[in-house]
């Protein structure tokens, strides 16, 4: 599917190109390096509006007649990831890295660590820095947020998040 799709390494020109009549929603980008990840404490509960958004949202899909039944409230990850990253014109970047996976991996390892969450914040970021990355020609998938509306377009790279690295 994305085999004949641009793979973007200068990411002023992926937003210009977000920002053109092509519309780029979802994008391949090579970063040059890889420089660090950061994590930043988020809130810890979801907020009474998002929750509603999303349950309104859930309401919108009629493939189940009682979504209320349905729908159920994950708990939400108290930290964002980012990695911190360069592209071809050398110019520093910044983008969440918003995947499942990494969410996942943080709660398996805040349990193996018994509750300890800086123990497993190490161990993601260090799988994150190494396992993910080390000697791996890495791509991101990037895409920009769905609460800016169908067809709103990222207006800039902190309207951008990472949907997933890939080997």
Same mark, same amino acid.
């Given at each position: 599917?994305?085999e004949n799709a641009p793979v973007y390494n200068d990411f002023e020109q992926l937003i210009i190109?977000?920002?053109?009549?092509?519309?780029?929603?979802?994008?391949?980008?090579?970063?040059?390096?890889?420089i660090r990840m950061e994590i930043v404490e988020d809130d810890r509960e979801w907020s009474a509006?998002?929750?509603?958004?999303?349950?309104?949202?859930?309401?919108?899909?009629?493939?189940?007649?009682?979504?209320?039944?349905?729908?159920?409230?994950?708990?939400?990850?108290?930290?964002?990831?980012?990695?911190?990253?360069?592209?071809?014109?050398?110019?520093?970047?910044?983008?969440?890295?918003?995947?499942?996976?990494?969410?996942?991996?943080?709660?398996?390892?805040?349990?193996?660590?018994?509750g300890d969450e800086a123990k497993a914040l190490e161990s993601v970021k260090h799988m994150y =820095?190494? @396992? &993910?990355?080390?000697?791996?020609? +890495? $791509?991101?998938?990037?895409?920009? #947020?769905?609460? =800016?509306? @169908? &067809?709103?377009?990222?207006?800039? +790279? $902190?309207?951008?998040?990472?949907? #997933?690295?890939?080997?």
């Amino acid at each position: 599917m994305l085999e004949n799709a641009p793979v973007y390494n200068d990411f002023e020109q992926l937003i210009i190109d977000n920002k053109s009549d092509r519309g780029i929603l979802l994008a391949t980008f090579k970063p040059s390096a890889i420089i660090r990840m950061e994590i930043v404490e988020d809130d810890r509960e979801w907020s009474a509006e998002k929750l509603e958004k999303v349950k309104l949202r859930s309401k919108q899909n009629k493939l189940f007649e009682d979504n209320d039944k349905v729908f159920s409230v994950v708990s939400k990850l108290p930290y964002k990831f980012k990695y911190v990253f360069t592209d071809v014109t050398g110019r520093e970047r910044t983008l969440t890295i918003n995947d499942w996976e990494i969410g996942a991996l943080f709660w398996k390892e805040e349990k193996r660590f018994g509750g300890d969450e800086a123990k497993a914040l190490e161990s993601v970021k260090h799988m994150y =820095l190494t @396992q &993910h990355i080390k000697d791996r020609d +890495v $791509h991101f998938f990037c895409g920009h #947020h769905p609460i =800016l509306g @169908q &067809h709103e377009r990222a207006k800039s +790279v $902190h309207d951008h998040w990472c949907v #997933h690295t890939a080997p």
